[in-house]
């Protein structure tokens, strides 16, 4: 998985609290991205980020926040989680925009 | 209409067959394609990368890009169980980010 790890790999949470999952990377990728994948929608993106405190909305951004305050580490933030938000949740990095490498991904059940 | 349509099957073949996957798009500005290769409960693995048009092959892999035609196809010869998976096709402009078909999951019986 190229130098990448996800915590938690599972987790099951009650609606209405909060959840944040973090993203480590060994390779010093500039790129490091948030994407959530269901059934019938595929891959979207949620958040990315170009650099330490540097970040973007994705497609699907409403109800995440991200934070990247290390080159190494990305953090999603499910402020106060809902059942929508079940989901698999992969990070991915890259050293270009145009080619990226994932992660193991994170299941989360909001109950 | 989406940027990348993927037909999501399921599609199944017998062991040794010769699989096609295809995508098409609608983005002329695309210049780098890839195919990933995801297996179940695991993220998606780098598979294929080809720039611009053209062919490039990789052992039994084949990747094929018609920009003309806004198409793209991954050939898999001699096919064999652990290929078994869902192959995701995506792709993206200079210094933008990749756009991701919904994935085509893949049989291969023995």
């Known amino acids: 998985d190229a130098g990448i790890t996800q915590s938690p790999r599972h987790k099951v949470t009650e609606t209405g609290t909060p959840v944040t999952l973090r993203c480590h990377q060994t390779?010093?990728?500039?790129?490091m991205y948030w994407y959530r994948q269901d059934p019938g929608h595929g891959l979207r993106l949620i958040h990315y980020?170009?650099?330490?405190?540097?970040?973007d909305k994705g497609e699907v951004s409403d109800g995440y926040s991200v934070s990247r305050s290390k080159t190494e580490d990305f953090l999603l933030t499910l402020e106060s989680a809902t059942s929508s938000q079940t989901s698999v949740y992969f990070c991915?990095?890259?050293?270009?925009?145009?080619?990226?490498?994932f992660g193991p991904g994170t299941r989360l059940l909001v109950l | 209409q989406k940027e990348v349509e993927q037909d999501p099957g399921p599609l199944s073949v017998p062991e040794g067959a010769i699989v096609s996957l295809n995508c098409t798009y609608s983005?002329?500005?695309?210049?780098?394609f890839m195919w990933y290769r995801q297996y179940s409960r695991k993220g998606p693995e780098l598979l294929m990368y080809?720039?611009?048009?053209g062919n490039k092959e990789d052992g039994r892999f084949t990747a094929q890009v018609d920009k003309s035609s806004k198409y793209i196809s991954l050939f898999i010869r001699d096919s064999q169980p652990s290929d078994s998976a869902t192959y995701l096709c995506?792709?993206?402009?200079?210094?933008?980010?990749?756009?991701f078909g919904a994935g085509t999951r893949l049989t291969v019986k023995p």
């Open positions: 991915a990095i890259s050293f270009t925009r145009e080619t990226q490498y």
């Open positions: 390779e010093n990728h500039r790129y």
């Open positions: 980020s170009y650099g330490v405190k540097d970040t």
């Open positions: 983005n002329s500005a695309f210049q780098y």
């Open positions: 080809t720039y611009s048009s």
């Open positions: 995506a792709m993206s402009e200079k210094d933008n980010d990749m756009r």
